[in-house]
């Protein structure tokens, strides 16, 4: 559904997120630069920032913190204000950020164009800091991950579309380990959703 008169969140938006109470959208766009909030009852912009480095990803941590992914940078955003708290640099292009349950971490994979400096990224939620790179297997082809899927607070599930590979990534030690679920004849992968406190993940695609 789109509100008559759109409201303006940039050219060509790439994501968007919602705040825990779902009364603002928070919108990215690359070719902009910037990042959109709207207010959700009146469908009005509240303001927009700008960012460098074309963000791309947005996504609200549990405690309701914006972590906007751009290239070689995240941002950790106030969602009240919109004041960017900390920009912590990477080397790569982050994707949208994945939570554990206790809201320590927030993981980023990198694109598949980066995954020479490291397939991913793990930030300290409290510290506002970048703890960790997710080191690169040196395979060939050398895994992607897509579709980040968390499970606990110590594990993650991830979609390698390069290898056709399910894998699961630990946080300590901060690594990738692939698994031996049937996907080498499984093509278009659409998604990967994890249910708790079972922890397994579930493929759904064909």
Not at 22 to 34: L, P
Not at 113 to 132: I, K, P, Q, T
Not at 153 to 162: F, G, K, M, Q, W
Request: net charge negative; hydrophobic share 40%.
């Amino acid at each position: 559904v789109t509100p008559s008169p759109r409201p303006d969140a940039g050219t060509d938006p790439d994501d968007v997120a919602f705040s825990l109470d779902s009364s603002r959208a928070y919108i990215v766009s690359a070719v902009s630069g910037t990042l959109t909030r709207l207010n959700m009852e009146t469908g009005e912009v509240v303001d927009v920032i700008g960012l460098e480095g074309r963000p791309s990803a947005v996504a609200a941590g549990p405690s309701g913190v914006l972590y906007v992914s751009a290239t070689n940078r995240i941002y950790d955003v106030d969602p009240g204000t919109g004041a960017v708290r900390a920009e912590m640099g990477v080397n790569g292009k982050p994707g949208r950020a994945a939570f554990t349950p206790d809201g320590r971490y927030a993981l980023f994979a990198n694109d598949a164009d980066f995954v020479a400096s490291g397939l991913g990224f793990l930030v300290n939620v409290n510290e506002r800091a970048v703890a960790g790179v997710i080191p690169r297997t040196w395979g060939s082809p050398e895994l992607t991950l897509e579709q980040l899927a968390v499970v606990d607070n110590n594990t993650c599930y991830a979609v390698s579309s390069s290898t056709r590979q399910l894998v699961r990534i630990t946080l300590s030690p901060l690594a990738v380990h692939t698994t031996a679920f049937p996907m080498a004849e499984k093509t278009n992968v659409r998604g990967l959703a994890a249910s708790r406190p079972t922890s397994w993940a579930t493929e759904i695609g064909r």
